[in-house]
């Protein structure tokens, strides 16, 4: 009998820091500090979906608002 998990049964939730970037994190581990749950979860797949379409400036915050002015 195996113990290692299939990666696509995998789930995750997406998170994102004070600069706005987005990233996904494996359940149940502990969020790092700075990290904080978006509210939405699932496979990898769907995560990554939703971060393309959420996510459309990579620029930490404080260079996107500084390239404004």
């Given at each position: 009998m195996s113990t290692s998990s299939n990666a696509s049964e995998t789930l995750y939730d997406v998170v994102v820091?004070?600069?706005g970037q987005h990233s996904i994190w494996p359940l149940p581990?502990?969020?790092p500090l700075g990290?904080?749950?978006v509210g939405?979860?699932?496979t990898k797949a769907s995560c990554l979906a939703y971060i393309g379409e959420a996510w459309t400036d990579m620029r930490p915050?404080?260079?996107a608002v500084?390239?404004?002015h």
């Open positions: 820091n004070q600069e581990k502990s969020l990290w904080t749950k939405v979860k699932g915050r404080s260079l500084e390239s404004r």
